[in-house]
């Protein structure tokens, strides 16, 4: 194509005159096209695109031995869309990168980030029990830590059968407090992740207070358990229960239950192959929640870590 473009200017004809009549022939290019192939000049952007797209590829994807072979793995950070790939490139690497540059690096190497499907409705609300009232009334800020807890449980699917995880996030720092799977939906499954939260908070020096905190969940029968109400009036937590069949009183916890579900269960990142067992999730789960506490930047955080955020906290008022 050059040589011909070359040869019909040697006969007189201009630049854009040859590639229009090329256009209109099907064979498509500018006459700046042609003229950065004569100076072999590379683009600009091309140039300062190049450190992002490097930096995009190693966050992203990593390379494992799999069955004695070399392949390429998605990384936890792959996950990322392409605010929170701005937010990490910015933050690690390449501090100027620009919106558009993460873009065509994504592109480029086929990175959308994860996205969340609707899962069935879990909750099935017991039909006699006395519920507590709604505390948050879909507020879900709070002052500081130990505020006000959200609480939910899931589900995910192994060879052996149905395993159920439940959580437990803090409202303000979005970090996962506790978590708990097992194959039952017995009331030991909410009961057991409060009752490991109450004590990790207490094993990082920071305890939990009587009258200090407030428990919101669903009108699941779980939740409005005497068991599980007798233990939140014992510690002295004000329960909150929003109403029956309406996942807008508890979307913060929705909406982590669809990152679990969409950056661990669905993925290969934490777990490689099919979840056969219980314990399978569990290796998963416990993953996923220590880099979702520590090192996934959240947006509505100002793009740090949820302990990060804890102990930026704790250091104002120290």
């Not at 807890?149 to 899931?154: E, G, L, R, S």
């Not at 005497?226 to 929705?254: F, H, Q």
Request: glycine share 8%; proline share 4%; charged share 20%.
């Amino acid at each position: 194509m050059l040589g011909f473009i070359d040869t019909m200017r040697s006969e007189g004809y201009a630049v854009e005159s040859i590639c229009r009549v090329l256009r209109e022939q099907d064979c498509q290019i500018a006459a700046r096209t042609y003229r950065a192939w004569k100076t072999g000049a590379v683009a600009s952007r091309t140039v300062t695109d190049a450190p992002v797209q490097g930096a995009v590829r190693y966050a992203a994807w990593t390379t494992a031995t799999i069955a004695g072979h070399q392949r390429r793995k998605l990384t936890t950070e792959g996950l990322y869309g392409r605010r929170k790939m701005t937010a990490l490139i910015r933050r690690t690497t390449v501090p100027g990168a620009s919106r558009g540059a993460i873009d065509r690096a994504m592109r480029a190497l086929g990175l959308s980030g994860i996205r969340r499907d609707k899962g069935v409705r879990t909750t099935i609300p017991a039909k006699d029990g006395i519920r507590a009232g709604d505390l948050l009334n879909r507020d879900f800020t709070a002052p500081g830590p130990d505020h006000t807890w959200v609480m939910d449980f899931t589900y995910c699917r192994t060879w052996a059968g149905w395993v159920y995880v439940a959580f437990i996030i803090d409202v303000y720092s979005q970090r996962i407090v506790a978590w708990h799977a097992q194959t039952s939906k017995h009331v030991e499954l909410v009961m057991i992740p409060l009752r490991m939260g109450l004590w990790e908070r207490g094993r990082q020096g920071r305890p939990v207070q009587p009258q200090q905190l407030r428990a919101h969940s669903d009108a699941g029968s779980q939740y409005v358990s005497l068991a599980y109400t007798d233990k939140l009036a014992l510690d002295g937590i004000a329960p909150s229960i929003g109403s029956v069949r309406d996942a807008y009183d508890n979307a913060l916890m929705e909406t982590i239950n669809g990152l679990y579900k969409a950056e661990c269960i669905r993925t290969t990142v934490f777990h490689d192959g099919p979840y056969r067992t219980i314990a399978d999730v569990e290796y998963a789960t416990a993953g996923w929640v220590d880099w979702f506490n520590n090192l996934r930047l959240h947006s509505s955080l100002g793009y740090v870590p949820p302990v990060e955020s804890e102990n930026a906290h704790y250091a104002t008022l120290n």
